[in-house]
């Protein structure tokens, strides 16, 4: 007999997941030479420390920098045996971090590890592109799961929803008298100055 | 062509194939110089329009065919398009870069044949031994095998990767074969889902083996999909059944089919869970689909199965067993747990508002569930 009744158990207890498929923390990296990851963040000291910890072990090579605006609040750690650094502080502005930091690393960090494609920024916004099937459209969910307010609003996912919720044409007046014409024979009955007749009802 | 393009050719080419990243990715190895750690579990990085999530980044090594797939863009019969290929050193770079920028968790690689199968698979395990070995990326990785790959490719790519799939394209013999002539069901599908069953140790693929297969292309009916479920499930060990609703494609042969509804492949996902999540029995299932072997699309399967069952309610919610609970619409795992507990700490559930309290779905629920021995009337009763 099938027993699954074990595997429920362990996929009940799991909060993470359903926590996995929402976006909780958002930052995207800048990648320098000197084996240094950049980012931008915007959350809690608390939570900074402990998303740090989850880059260091993801990323033990590199030198994990989060910027966080709120607060122009800089915290760097690494798990390198080179670069035993771990560090908060303030400064003015992303860029004076930037400055500050990116001498200190590249004194210290010789060995270099090249992916051999250059960066485009380009790359991810047309792979985001090509994934979206327009038959599934669903605008509901993917605001449900990603939180605008964390987005860069130059990046492409938030552009996408502009884009997209743009397409869906307002309901006006004249849609509940003339319900059977298309929107655009309506709209074109609005233009004209005869009231909310349509052309060929006269 | 450069990489941009070849991006948008080759990504494009994969936004059918489902695909999800799991936690049940290998044991990292404890090296610091290693990168991709798949222990702790990430957040989805983006989600599309269509409300998707863009975790992994899905590709095709190269986008020349030589099946005939009727259903697909890169078949012999579609409209010819532009033929492009990545080089394992740029798409093991690009996927670096994109990895360590955080726009994604994982990398799913597939690839049309060109040649045949083994070329292709070939191909596909240089790349990754440049991710794994000269990169030293140690995070998720779904391979997927073509189809009439030999035993040793199988056996390599599993022992590299974190998921492997093949897909099986249709639930029978007769449909695969009205969907695509060059492919043999038995040979190139069944028999390398059980060469990767044999490949698959503990160790290796953590994630287990997936398949997908497209819904309604050649008129297959869901008991079809539900018996092929059970036989994937329980004689080829394979971890999970993905559903793609036919949907159809410009240029491809089949472009003026008339595409199924959404509404067929979420409830056919929901039998799944039915199975994998609530512990239902397949002979259960198989009385869910009505004369005409198909699912209803206007009642849930689990409430359909609960309507067809009368016998079995109502169930006494102080005195019944987990598997009881389970089988009530709108009791899930996670409530019918609770209510477990609740029984094991003798605490007795008096009224509804306890019932909701414990995330109940009150109005599917009561018609077949008994609070105190008094369980709702139904209209039957009066007539």
Redesign the interface.
């Known amino acids: ?5 074990r ?3 362990r ?2 207890d799991s909060s ?1 997941f359903f ?13 320098f030479p000197e084996m240094l ?1 950049f ?1 931008k963040i915007a959350s809690h000291a608390s939570f900074i420390m402990n998303a740090l910890n ?2 260091c ?6 030198v994990i920098a989060l910027y966080n605006t709120p607060n122009n609040r800089l915290f760097v750690q690494s ?3 080179d670069f035993c650094y771990r560090t908060i502080k303030d400064f003015d502005s992303s860029e004076k971090a930037l400055e500050w930091l990116r001498p200190l690393v590249q004194k210290s960090i010789k060995k270099r ?1 090249h ?3 250059d ?2 920024p ?3 916004e ?3 592109e ?13 605001k ?3 939180f605008t307010n964390l987005l860069d609003k130059d990046s492409v ?1 938030f552009k ?2 502009k884009k ?1 919720s743009r397409t869906l044409s307002n309901t006006q007046l004249g849609d509940f008298f003339f319900s059977k014409t298309p929107v655009h024979t309506q709209q074109q009955a609005i233009q004209t100055k005869k009231g909310f007749l349509p052309k060929n009802a006269e | 062509m450069n ?2 393009q070849k ?2 050719l080759l ?2 080419g994969t ?2 194939d489902i695909c999800t990243p799991t ?1 049940k990715a290998h044991a990292p190895k404890n090296n ?6 798949p ?6 990085r ?9 975790s992994l ?2 590709v095709l090594n190269t986008n020349a065919c030589i099946h005939d797939c009727k259903y697909c863009m890169h078949s012999t019969n579609s409209k010819p398009q532009t033929k492009t290929q990545f080089e394992p ?2 798409l ?3 996927f ?3 990895y ?4 994604i968790e994982g990398l799913f690689l597939s690839s049309a044949v060109m040649g045949n199968a083994d070329c292709a698979q070939e191909k596909m395990l240089e790349t990754i031994n440049i991710i794994r070995n000269q ?2 990326y140690d ?1 998720y990785i779904h391979l997927k095998i073509m189809p009439g790959s030999n035993m040793n490719h199988i056996k390599q790519l599993v022992e590299i990767s974190d998921r492997v799939s093949i897909n099986l394209e249709s639930p029978t013999k007769n449909s695969f074969s009205e969907l695509i002539s060059t492919k043999e069901y038995k040979i190139d599908i069944l028999r390398r889902l059980r060469y990767i069953q044999h490949a698959k140790q503990k160790q290796f693929a953590p994630g287990g083996v997936t398949t997908q297969m497209v819904v309604g292309a050649a008129g297959e009916t869901d008991l079809e999909y539900i018996n092929r479920m059970e036989k994937l499930y329980d004689d080829y060990g394979v971890y999970r059944a993905y559903f793609s609703a036919f ?1 159809p494609i410009k240029g491809s042969p089949l472009d003026q089919q008339k ?1 199924i509804p ?1 509404r067929r492949e979420n409830f056919l996902y929901r039998t799944d869970w039915l ?5 239902f ?2 002979s259960e299932i198989k009385k869910i689909p009505g004369e005409n072997e198909n699912l209803s699309l206007s009642i849930d399967p689990k409430l359909a199965l609960a309507l067809k069952t009368p016998n079995r309610f109502p169930v006494d919610i102080n005195h019944s067993t ?2 009881e609970l ?1 089988h009530v619409p709108g009791i899930g ?2 409530s019918a ?1 609770r209510i477990i507990q609740k029984q094991y700490n003798n605490q007795k559930i008096k009224n509804e508002k306890e019932l909701k309290k414990i995330g109940i779905r009150l109005k599917q629920a009561l018609p077949f569930i008994a609070i105190n021995g008094f369980s709702q009337s139904r209209l039957e009763a009066f007539s």
């Open positions: 007999m099938r027993n699954r009744l595997t429920i158990e996929k009940g993470l926590a996995s498929h929402q976006l909780k923390a958002f930052t995207r990296f800048e990648s990851l980012g989850f880059f072990y993801r990323f033990p090579p590199f798990k390198r045996k590890l992916f051999g494609v960066w485009k380009e790359y991810f047309r792979f985001f090509t994934q979206f099937i327009e038959n599934r459209k669903n605008l509901r969910l993917q449900k799961l990603m996912e996408s929803l997209f | 990489t941009l991006l948008e990504g494009g936004k059918w936690s610091d110089s290693r990168i991709g750690a222990y702790s579990a990430g957040v989805c983006s989600f599309t329009p269509d409300g998707r999530c863009v980044l899905k050193k740029e093991a770079g690009l670096m870069q994109l360590t920028r955080n726009y990169f030293h995070g949907d595409g959404l199975v994998r999540f609530y512990g029995e397949f987990e598997e389970l795992p996670i747990k």
